[in-house]
């Protein structure tokens, strides 16, 4: 359940990018063909989405600012980027047994890759 605030519509949006990444080519929703590698995925790509959007954020309107097509190209970049830091940095915590991780360990993970990714991005050269 999402809570009942301005995050609701970031987490709905965040899961539903999620479910159709990882179950993609799927032809039917088959909840008995969900395998761990499918949960890893939708995990993985769930949180790529909050930290994106959590960086965005966190640039109080810097991706506003500006001409509209450099912009959007940095934003894509940006996005390019947290998905290579979350796939290589966060999905080896999520190997394994899913079932052990708490909602504690994932906010902990995903705090940890918005500061890799600014780390990262800070570097970043997007000229």
Known sequence: MTPLNGDAEKIRVAMNVALAEA???????????????????????????????????DSDKAFQKGDLAKCHAAEQALHDLVSIVVDQKLRPYLLGDLDKISAHEISDIQIKAVTDVWKEWEGYDND
């Open 23 to 57: 179950l993609d080519g799927h032809e039917t929703f088959d909840p008995t063909t969900i395998t761990d590698e499918i949960l890893t995925n939708v995990l993985v790509f769930y949180l790529r989405e909050c930290v994106f959007e959590q960086v965005v954020m």
